[in-house]
């Protein structure tokens, strides 16, 4: 069955960086776009960052362009999400997305804090 597992979210301070990853199995990963959405406290879920299938494509938030960097291995069926200049505001569940599956991960607990 379809499995997106989320995992390095963590505590981290403003100004700091931070890489989550999202392991696929159960689909042909390198056939699928890929989503990363973040949902934080009291908040609606948000799209943070999407990649095409083969990786050329991407598109992200206005409030993460320029700091955060989405990124696919299809040899791995692994996707990350690179975090840097992170501000309190990032602070989130993380969570992986295959939209055309409807699928989604467990998502991983992301702590922008002094």
């Known amino acids: 069955q379809v499995q997106l597992v989320e995992s390095g979210g963590g505590l981290v301070q403003p100004g700091g960086s931070l890489r989550v990853s999202c392991a696929a199995s159960?689909?042909?990963?390198?056939?699928?776009?890929m989503n990363w959405y973040r949902q934080a406290p009291g908040k609606e879920r948000e799209l943070v960052a999407g990649i095409s299938n083969a990786g050329r494509s991407t598109n992200y938030a206005d409030s993460v362009k320029g700091r955060f960097t989405i990124s696919r291995d299809n040899l791995q069926n692994t996707v990350y999400l690179q975090m840097n200049s992170l501000k309190p505001e990032d602070t989130a569940v993380y969570y992986c997305?295959?939209?055309?599956?409807?699928?989604w991960g467990q998502g991983t607990q992301v702590t922008v804090s002094s």
């Open positions: 997305n295959a939209p055309h599956l409807g699928a």
């Open positions: 159960g689909f042909t990963f390198r056939s699928y776009s």
